[in-house]
């Protein structure tokens, strides 16, 4: 079930960015990235880990979450399952707790 779930993690990671930047037509959205997908053993929530570049945090997620429903009918477009997940749309912080990390270390070596 692994493999299977991974190689899901992979196909919706990569439909769910092409979607998000060519189709989503909200402007509050600006420059996202989706980082990562972690679907559930059952394949019926996909938690979705996204950045944003120049833009509110908040007011992009907001627009994702308003825009989820656009979202998941163009994903069960593209990809042949029996059910589409439903889609939870995470901020990913990693970006910014690597950089934090990586100032950290620079000022024990001074």
Known sequence: MTLKKD???????????????????????????????SLTNDLSIAKVYVSFMNTNKSKGLEALNNSKGFIRSSLSRRIKIRKCPELQFVIDTSLEYGNKIENILKDLNK
């Open 7 to 37: 190689k899901m993690n992979h196909i919706i990671q990569r439909e769910l960015s092409d979607i998000i930047q060519n189709e989503v037509k909200n402007s509050n959205v600006g420059f996202c990235t989706v980082t990562a997908v």
